[in-house]
């Protein structure tokens, strides 16, 4: 049982595990709930845990073998230490390290190739790898960051039905929409937002990229500055000289259409996801029986 290695992808909406022989061979997947250790670490654990399980379980393996399994987590918020320390001390593995989702995902989409990869889903994050070396932009979190990601289309949209609702800007069947289900209530919205996380906002992401594209004028507005946000990392990225881009993530395939060429830059489709990423590190980084010895997590 000990030559297992995980590889864990956690996201704010799921978290997503997979074990495998120590040769990288997928033997089973597992997925639950949000793994967000910034806004919820205790949640984000029991989810890490239970996805785990469940990939052992398809496997057909003990549960009880991943006290001596090396695990690699990809995680949001591996750039704050505080939450980075307090994942690290409760995790069920024998030996674990806890990397950027970002590196994970460049990982799965290039494997040791050279390029950038963009992560667009309920946060925005970007990596980039020149002559092995690998740096980030963005990945700053909701907050401050994640420009163009669901999150922020969310909350644009729920931004847009109230100034309709107050008669400041023009309504859309969208707005419409979004004040119906809120019973036009501001007050309802309100509650919302002040409990809402990333990902609670980034569940209208969908709708409204369907929105912009029957032509729904507040819709079409959110897609387009969603858009020119990430154009604008985009060509920071390919001004660094990298000529091979990767979009991955939930958005990248309804971004596509809405995004600007670039004549000269190899666009590629993802060679694998984050979560094969994941397993690749793990069993690049830990090529001894993770079970000889025990090792704190490390950011």
Known sequence: MGL??????GGGTRCRAAVADAD?????????????ILTDPETALSHIRLATEAAFQEAGLPVAGLSTAAAVLGLAGNNVADAVSFIAARLPFA?????SDVL??????????DGAVASLGTGTVYSIRQNGEVSMLGGHGFKVGDLGSGARLGQGLL??????HDGVRPASPLTETVLAAFGHSTAAIIAFAHAAHPADYGRYAPSIFSAAAAGDPVAVELVRKAARDIDQTLDAITARSVRTLCLVGGLAPLYGPWLAQRPGIEMTEPAADAL????????????????????????
Do not use: K
């Open 4 to 9: 297992y290695r995980v590889g864990i992808d």
């Open 24 to 36: 990288g061979r997928i033997l089973g997947r597992g997925i639950s709930g949000a793994a967000n």
């Open 95 to 99: 030996r674990a390290e806890i990397v």
């Open 104 to 113: 994970i995902a460049l990982q799965g989409a290039l494997g040791d190739r």
């Open 159 to 164: 931004q847009e039905a109230l100034l309709a």
């Open 276 to 299: 094969t990423g994941a397993v690749a590190l793990a069993v690049q980084r830990f090529a001894s029986d993770p079970s000889d010895g025990r090792m704190e997590a490390a950011q």
